[in-house]
């Protein structure tokens, strides 16, 4: 069966500092991947996605992700984490029928 | 292209009683998803559309829930005799199948409370 796991649950990181939001999937083929952020209250918005060739893909916010097969692994990173950058994140995979699987996500709390 | 947009943002109802939330995709965009999503958890589908075919249905969608996409445009999902188990945030999604690669976009959501 398809499934996404995202194995920390809240993470926090000091401003400035790295970031790194570890997704693992389960998934018969060629995966398409995706990572969604989504502040309080709102709905999600799509930071980067994977769907084939170079397996560092770049996203928004200055965001990237790496698609590791062998590991079955798609990791969000983030060089230096911006206190506007609280939220919860999203890691999904994308079916043969259409529909997302989600995660069940990571809270990400900056320190001053 | 002012994005997905969902309609009520948050419905307060008493236990029992029907709603129905709509969403309007993106012009253009022929498929259409429906998702719940619970306090600490990630999004689960529950049924999408392609223009006004319903292609598929979770599991998680009783018989008291029911959507529709009527011309292939905007949707409706309805609860019937809600439940306090319903209290949830529905999320409405689109897509362009042809660009996608399931590259789906969401709408602000529809925050149900069943007291």
């Known amino acids: 069966a398809q499934s996404v796991t995202q194995p920390d649950i809240h993470i926090t990181v000091s401003e400035g500092a790295s970031l790194e939001l570890r997704c693992n999937y389960s998934y018969g083929a060629t995966p398409y991947l995706f990572w969604y952020v989504q502040s309080p209250g709102q709905g999600l918005q799509l930071l980067l996605k994977y769907f084939s060739g170079d397996t560092l893909v770049q996203g928004i916010k200055g965001f990237e992700a790496e698609f590791k097969r062998s590991q079955s692994s798609f990791n969000l990173r983030k060089p230096s984490v911006h206190w506007s950058d609280a939220a919860e994140y999203f890691c999904?995979?994308?079916?043969?029928?259409?529909?997302?699987?989600f995660g069940q996500g990571t809270t990400l709390q900056v320190k001053p | 292209d002012t994005g997905v947009s969902q309609d009520p943002r948050h419905k307060i109802t008493k236990r029992g009683q029907n709603v129905t939330f709509r969403c309007d995709p993106i012009s253009e965009h022929n498929r259409l998803y429906w998702y719940r999503q619970t306090l600490g958890q990630g999004p689960e589908f529950l049924t999408y559309?392609?223009?006004?075919?319903?292609?598929?249905k979770s599991r998680l969608l009783s018989d008291r829930f029911s959507a529709e996409r009527p011309k292939g445009s905007f949707s409706t999902l309805e609860i019937q005799r809600t439940e306090q188990g319903d209290s949830a945030m529905y999320l409405c999604?689109?897509?362009?199948?042809?660009?996608?690669?399931?590259?789906?976009?969401f709408g602000p959501g529809t925050r149900l409370t069943v007291l």
């Open positions: 559309f392609q223009n006004e075919a319903q292609l598929e």
């Open positions: 999904a995979v994308g079916s043969n029928t259409g529909k997302l699987i």
């Open positions: 999604a689109s897509s362009d199948r042809l660009a996608g690669h399931n590259e789906q976009f």
